[in-house]
């Protein structure tokens, strides 16, 4: 074969892929579902938690990529001692799962603890569980535990299938192959929670106060 026909031939090949992959694209584009009302709306009380909103940098929601946020921090009256932070951001674009735990917290001098991994059952209403990711991260004698799950609104059992397959560029990730989306970090100090129990306690009590805020349409992971 000739360098001309090869030539050819590879743009032929190259021509097709990229024909194949804008009609998966165009396929497999997903609406993008609003939450029902405003992350605001969460009570400030969840069971024995009582919470207060606090301030986040304008540049930090900006590079968040986030189109509603809340950072709240919750404290249980039963134990004044136990406190934690509630982040939680819902991007319309799908763009904020650029900002997991596991890409954030190492670029900020965090080690991620693979002994402190924990998987809970978490009740999350019409006989359901939700599996919620408990993580470790150490930095120097510092150890910081993070709670994380996340939705995607909008996806469905094709568009799962399609943001899997090697075709999809990683620049379409966010733009075609996802619905809207949203993050759930819970973050406390490390010393507070060795088996999981009290993340449990706090999560069960947002998963029931969250449902009617979130879109009906969803798909819940928990790995970052």
């Given amino acids: 074969m000739t360098t001309l026909k090869r030539c050819g031939l590879c743009a032929a090949l190259l021509t097709l892929g990229l024909a194949a992959r804008a009609g998966l694209e ?78 954030c917290l190492p670029s900020s001098g965090w080690e991620k603890v693979e002994s402190q991994t924990r998987e809970l059952a978490i009740p999350a209403g019409s006989g359901r569980e939700l599996t919620v ?29 399609v943001r899997r397959l090697p075709i999809t560029s990683r620049s379409s990730h966010g733009r075609t192959t996802r619905g809207s989306s949203m993050t759930v970090e819970v973050f406390y100090a490390g010393d507070l929670d060795a088996d999981g129990a009290m993340l449990a306690d706090f999560a069960r009590g947002l998963l029931a106060k969250l449902d009617p805020i979130l879109p009906a349409d969803r798909a819940e992971y928990h790995v970052p």
């Fill in 133 to 161: 990711t408990r993580l470790g991260y150490a930095q120097g004698d510092l150890v910081k535990h993070v709670g994380f799950w996340y939705y995607i609104f909008g996806e469905g059992r094709l568009e799962n299938y």
């Fill in 26 to 103: 165009r396929l497999d584009a997903t609406e993008r579902p609003p939450l029902r009302r405003s992350l605001a709306t969460l009570p400030m009380t969840l069971g024995d938690w009582l919470g207060r909103d606090v301030a986040v940098a304008p540049d930090i929601v900006e590079r968040a990529q986030t189109t509603d946020y809340l950072n709240r921090e919750y404290v249980d009256r039963r134990n004044p001692g136990r406190r934690l932070t509630l982040w939680i951001n819902y991007s319309e674009q799908g763009t904020n799962l650029r900002h997991t735990p596991e890409i």
